[in-house]
C-alpha cells in the first residue's frame, strides 16, 4: 500500500496554469519501481485516468489533455507531477494521483481540487 498526498489545485481562468504535486511514501521508501497515474472525477462522472507515467518514464495522455499537460515524476523526492496548461473549463475536477496502470483501492488520498472558471 502507499500512500498518496496531491497538492497545487486551485481557481484558474480559462487558459492558465497549473502544476500538481504528489508525494507518494511506501514502504520500500522509494517509488523509482512503480508507475504512477493522475486520475480525475467531475460531479456525477467517475474516475478517469488522465496520465501516466511508467517505471521507466514512459508517458501517454487521455486525448482531452494531450498536447496541454505534462506528467513527470521525481524519484529523490518521491513526487509525481502534473503540468497543466492552456486549461479549459472542462478541466474542472478534483484530481487524484495513485498507481498505474492498476490503481490502490485502498490508497486513494483527499484529491486537489481545480475549477477553470471565468
Known amino acids: 500500500q502507499v500512500q498518496l498526498v496531491e497538492s497545487g489545485g486551485g481557481l484558474v481562468q480559462p487558459g492558465g496554469s497549473l502544476t500538481l504535486s504528489c508525494v507518494v511514501s511506501?514502504?520500500?521508501?522509494?517509488?523509482?519501481?512503480?508507475?504512477m497515474g493522475w486520475y480525475r472525477q467531475a460531479p456525477g462522472t467517475q474516475r478517469d485516468l488522465v496520465a501516466h507515467?511508467?517505471?521507466?518514464?514512459?508517458?501517454d495522455y487521455a486525448g482531452a489533455v494531450k498536447g496541454r499537460f505534462t506528467i513527470s515524476r521525481d524519484n529523490a523526492k518521491n513526487t509525481v507531477y502534473l503540468q497543466m496548461n492552456d486549461l479549459k473549463l472542462e478541466d474542472t475536477a478534483v484530481y487524484y494521483c495513485?498507481?498505474?496502470?492498476?490503481?490502490?483501492?485502498?490508497?486513494w488520498g483527499q484529491g486537489t481540487q481545480v475549477t477553470v472558471s471565468s
Open positions: 495513485n498507481r498505474w496502470p492498476v490503481p490502490d483501492f485502498r490508497s
Open positions: 511506501t514502504a520500500s521508501g522509494s517509488v523509482s519501481s512503480l508507475g
Open positions: 507515467i511508467s517505471a521507466r518514464a514512459s508517458t
